[in-house]
């Protein structure tokens, strides 16, 4: 590119892209799941309840039925400590989803580039060498943090017993 603004991700980066983004749909569904223990309801009821909703709206959905419905403090808190290991990540998956990228400030790395409005603060990302940047391995990193996230948060709740059965072991039983 003529001005070198925009820098295109190779395709080792949009692999890590693509696993964090897939790590946190995997953890939205989680958030049905325990939606479906807290209501007692089927899946396909909660599917379609917040079939319309983003990670945001489910992640705030979860968290106002944890207020609300009867549950042990303990759960709770664990419960919210597992969202909060996810939410920490989730500017970097909206940069993910709705960024351009360019050429980073330190060798080898990419920062997103575009300009957010929100609350009326206009701001523009990518300006200035404040901005945060990714090294490949940093994105490889946070893909993996958020992987091993999920396998606990799954042991958790299926120990819990806020996830239905693991088919596996519904099969032993029969």
């Known amino acids: 590119m ?10 080792d980066h ?5 696993s ?8 939205e569904h989680l958030m049905q799941g325990i939606a479906c223990a807290l209501l007692r309801v089927p899946l396909s009821n909660v599917a379609l309840l917040t ?21 042990e403090t303990d ?5 919210r400590w597992f969202l909060g290991e996810l939410h920490k990540h989730n500017q970097l998956r ?3 989803a709705h960024s351009l990228w360019k050429t980073g400030t330190r060798p080898d790395s990419i920062k997103p580039l575009g300009a957010s409005a929100r609350g009326g603060n206009a701001r523009f990302l990518g300006q200035g060498d404040g901005e945060k940047d990714w090294l490949l391995h940093e994105l490889i990193d946070v893909a993996d943090e958020l992987g ?5 948060f799954v042991d958790y709740l299926y120990a819990a017993g806020l996830m239905p059965p693991r088919v596996e072991e519904t099969t032993k039983q029969n």
Do not use: C, W
Request: glycine residues 8%; aromatic residues 10%.
């Open 2 to 11: 003529a001005d070198n603004l925009e820098y295109v991700p190779t395709f």
């Open 20 to 27: 964090i983004v897939q790590h946190f749909a995997r953890h």
């Open 75 to 79: 759960r709770v808190e664990r419960i």
């Open 14 to 18: 949009m692999a890590a892209f693509g």
């Open 51 to 71: 079939a319309g909703l983003g990670y945001s709206g489910k992640r705030d959905a979860i968290l106002s039925l944890l207020r609300d419905i009867d549950i």
């Open 94 to 96: 909206n940069h993910i």
């Open 148 to 152: 091993a996230n999920y396998d606990r």
